[in-house]
């Protein structure tokens, strides 16, 4: 029988940390679908036409223009440039340039940017690593109630990078995201409840977490259900399976503002 540190070091590790790298590129893709979904009611800037077209060499040459018009005051324009940057989508692939841009578009407060600069600078893409600079955005996106800067300010926390290693203040960060359904969050809450790091070990609560997860396509390594299900009984998986069914997401407890608050970096 695998042991829980085995899983532990997949979720905590530097070997997590490519983990959540993996996790976290699927989230941009998954933001790029939203940013589309959602203008697709709205009526199209012409730079939005051509991206979402997928012409991207006009796309760019009208981004561009947008820019230098001084009337973008949104940052989409930018966040376009970054993508085609970051993805090599009509231009040379160069994740230098996508931090600029991305950085420009953060800066105009552009949510989905922010979070993409906080990703780079945490990450070493494009800009030297530099983890306040990173926290600094994080902060900027909890305070607006983004569950996947909660989930990654809460892997700071749990790594200690930028700051002091804090098992129980990555878990509360992990659970709040957790119940908004980030589902990063939701299998590192899992392996939590599973160790008892930070939290109370319970089984039932880390087998219901690792389900849904799994629900939203984010599955755990190969036989970590089968290994945590063995540790329990009948009633208990049977008692976990039922309260993955009936969970639902839901928004973030005004309350937690008052809990975030000192773990929070002052805004730019």
């Known amino acids: ?44 800037s012409t730079c939005a036409d051509a991206y979402l077209a997928k012409n991207y ?29 970051r993805l090599g989508q009509g231009v040379r692939q160069d994740d230098s340039e996508g931090f600029n841009w991305a950085l420009l ?17 945490a990450f070493n893409k494009g800009v030297s690593q530099d983890d306040r600079q990173a926290l600094i955005w994080l902060s900027s996106l909890v305070r607006v109630d983004l569950k996947e800067a909660e989930s990654l300010l809460a892997w700071f926390y749990d790594t200690g990078r930028g700051v002091t290693r804090d098992a129980a203040t990555a878990t509360k960060l992990y659970l709040l995201a957790a119940q908004q359904g980030d589902p990063d969050a939701q299998l590192r809450l899992s392996a939590r409840y599973w160790g008892g790091v930070g939290v109370l070990q ?4 880390a087998h219901k ?23 329990m009984t ?23 503002a008052a809990f975030l608050a000192p773990f929070l970096f002052p805004t730019r």
């Open 202 to 205: 319970d089984y039932v609560e």
């Open 234 to 256: 009948a009633s208990q998986i049977e008692q976990a399976q039922k309260l993955a069914r009936e969970w639902t997401p839901r928004e973030r407890d005004p309350k937690a």
């Open 1 to 44: 029988m695998a042991d829980i540190a085995v899983y532990w070091e997949m979720a905590t590790s530097t070997g997590g940390g490519n983990v959540l790298k993996k996790s976290l590129s699927l989230l941009l893709i998954f933001v790029s679908i939203i940013v589309d979904v959602r203008m697709a009611g709205a009526e199209y």
């Open 105 to 121: 578009s953060a800066k105009l407060g552009n949510w989905v940017s922010m979070y993409l600069v906080a990703t780079d600078y």
């Open 57 to 85: 060499a006009s796309a760019f040459s009208l981004c561009k223009t947008e820019v230098s018009s001084g009337e973008d005051t949104d940052g989409w324009p930018q966040y376009y440039l970054s993508m085609m940057y």
């Open 209 to 231: 977490w690792a389900n849904l997860a799994r629900s939203q396509g984010h599955s755990p390594i190969p036989q970590y259900l089968q290994e945590l299900a063995s540790l």
